[in-house]
T-cell receptor
Framework: NAGVMQNPRHLVRRRGQEARLRCSPM?????VYWYRQLPEEGLKFMVY????????ESGMPKERFSAEFPKEGPSILRIQQVVRGDSAAYFC????????????FGSGTRLTVV | SQQGEEDPQALSIQEGENATMNCSYK?????LQWYRQNSGRGLVHLIL?????REKHSGRLRVTLDTSKKSSSLLITASRAADTASYFC??????????FGTGTRLTIIP
């Protein structure tokens, strides 16, 4: 059981480029969550998805950020026209059925915008 | 904000001692969870305690929950160097997503 797989582990983008972060949930998990973490801070919720549906995107910035979890393939967090302030660690987590079982986290993608 | 807050922000103890971290939150919860994060890594789920439970154990971990005070504590007994990490509490308010606190940085001194 491979757990939650995130790639890439590290991503460097120039200002104005697009960043695409991928997350494959744990086998059997149908709930996916994306969080952002700045250095020395806690995790900030971004979006909660189930297959082909966005359930809660209350933590997503209104512009430039989007997320999807298609019927086939990984969940994607997409950041268009990146700015320096987007530099952070982005973590994906999955769970079986909501939060009654706890989350399994991936190792994260560290995005650096130069 | 519904975010939990851990206390203290940082804690250093000698190996073998017990470490206690506290978490406070603001609204009613379905459950509260504790996670560990080693530097540069993802979070690892440690323990989940439901709102109708008062205490839970897992190995050297003991979690208590006081819903009247809206607080929880995590006790790590007989600490080891490998316990050095950041510890986060996370709360579920019934809307599926978890809200994380700011964390306690625990350092175990060999």
């Amino acid at each position: 059981n491979a757990g939650v797989m995130q790639n890439p582990r590290h991503l460097v983008r120039r200002r104005g480029q697009e960043a695409r972060l991928r997350c494959s949930p744990m086998k059997g998990h149908s709930h996916v969550y994306w969080y952002r973490q700045l250095p020395e801070e806690g995790l900030k919720f971004m979006v909660y998805l189930q297959k082909e549906n966005i359930i809660d995107e209350s933590g997503m910035p209104k512009e430039r950020f989007s997320a999807e979890f298609p019927k086939e393939g990984p969940s994607i967090l997409r950041i268009q026209q990146v700015v320096r302030g987007d530099s952070a660690a982005y973590f994906c987590a999955s769970s079986r059925s909501g939060t009654n079982y706890g989350y399994t986290f991936g190792s994260g993608t560290r995005l650096t915008v130069v | 904000s519904q975010q939990g807050e851990e206390d203290p922000q940082a804690l250093s103890i000698q190996e073998g001692e017990n470490a206690t971290m506290n978490c406070s939150y603001k609204t009613s919860i379905n459950n509260l969870q504790w996670y560990r994060q080693n530097s540069g890594r993802g979070l690892v789920h440690l323990i989940l305690i439901r709102s109708n439970e008062r205490e839970k154990h897992s190995g050297r971990l003991r979690v208590t929950l006081d819903t009247s005070k809206k607080s929880s504590s995590l006790l790590i007994t007989a600490s080891r160097a490998a316990d050095t990490a950041s510890y986060f509490c996370a709360t579920n308010f019934g809307n599926e997503k978890l809200t994380f606190g700011t964390g306690t940085r625990l350092t175990i001194i060999p």
